[in-house]
């Protein structure tokens, strides 16, 4: 029998039921010179859930990430961690942005260094640069530790960014596209890694993409946003895939493809949408 969409939309995962609340964002608007991007944002987020955001350029994922962050605060709700109202900054979470924020002055080694230096005040160099060399080696970059962010590829400085924020073994890991600049074979070991750390350890994940295999793969849940400014939650969606997970036979299952297609028709039609606001696109005619 076939499985509609909003079956699986009603779905609820075995992370997500009954569950306690890690982040919670509530009713949260934030605006930029005077123009709103973000309006009446929503969204409850559990311990240990992996939770993707998808949308079209511009809708204002990254600006959602930030805020979560502490970087930026909201003009309108609040969002709370653990119970306490996100007002700044924090050690608690750990941040991995698109442009790899290394230290050009610090190799890849001391760039790790830095931050476990936070988590661990108390121990020795050569015990924190044994630690960094063993989370280079868990993104593939062992060899590299010697090496300044100058002399490393783009795909390279973003695995040294990643190797940081999972040294400073925090419970939040907030990611946006940290995989973008990666080459496919590089960004399959890192998605599989951070399953395993998923699994592993009780961290709180919130991921931004544009690749909806990744989003699937890797999501408890998916959530949508549409095209802005102002951009508002449009969908979230429930992943009904068991952990572990295989990507073959994740793949060929009929919910994958219902979602796929689904995910990719909000997309399309948030574009769509956006660029004949824009007078960029006319319904029936020969296109862009």
């Known amino acids: 029998m076939p499985v509609s969409a909003e079956t699986i939309r009603y779905r609820t995962s075995q992370k997500s039921a009954d569950y306690k609340i890690k982040i919670k964002v509530e009713q949260v608007s934030f605006e930029y010179s005077g123009r709103q991007i973000l ?12 939770v993707v955001l998808m949308g079209p350029s511009g809708c204002g994922k990254s600006t959602f990430l930030r805020l979560v962050s502490g970087l930026d605060i909201p003009h309108q709700g609040r969002i709370r961690i653990d119970e306490k109202t996100v007002t700044g900054p924090s050690p608690e979470r750990a941040v991995v942005f ?28 050569k015990e ?8 280079l080696e868990l993104v593939q970059l062992g060899r590299a530790g010697h090496l300044y962010p100058g002399q490393l590829s783009g795909g390279m400085r973003q695995r040294i960014a990643i190797a940081r924020a999972l040294a400073v073994g925090t419970d939040v890991l907030l990611m946006d596209e940290p995989f973008g600049a990666l080459d496919p074979l590089t960004r399959v070991h890192l998605q599989d890694l951070l399953l395993r750390i998923v699994e592993d350890r009780d961290v709180t994940i919130l991921f931004v993409t544009h690749d909806v295999d ?8 998916v959530v949508v946003f549409s095209p802005g400014p102002p951009s508002e939650i449009a969908d979230v969606l429930e992943l009904p895939f068991p952990r572990p997970r295989n990507r073959k036979q994740l793949a060929e299952r009929m919910e994958y493809n219902v979602l ?3 995910i990719l028709t909000m997309m399309n039609r948030g574009l769509l949408s956006k660029l004949e606001e824009e007078g960029m696109f006319e319904p029936g005619g020969s296109g862009i």
């Open 98 to 125: 698109q442009d790899y924020s290394l230290f050009p002055w610090l190799t890849a080694r001391e760039n790790i260094v830095i931050a476990l230096r936070q988590r661990f005040p108390g121990r020795k160099g």
């Open 39 to 50: 309006r009446g944002m929503d969204l409850t987020i559990a311990p240990g859930e992996f």
């Open 214 to 221: 990744e989003a699937l793969y890797l999501a408890d849940r």
């Open 128 to 135: 924190l640069r044994e630690l960094a060399d063993h989370y």
């Open 260 to 262: 796929r297609d689904r």
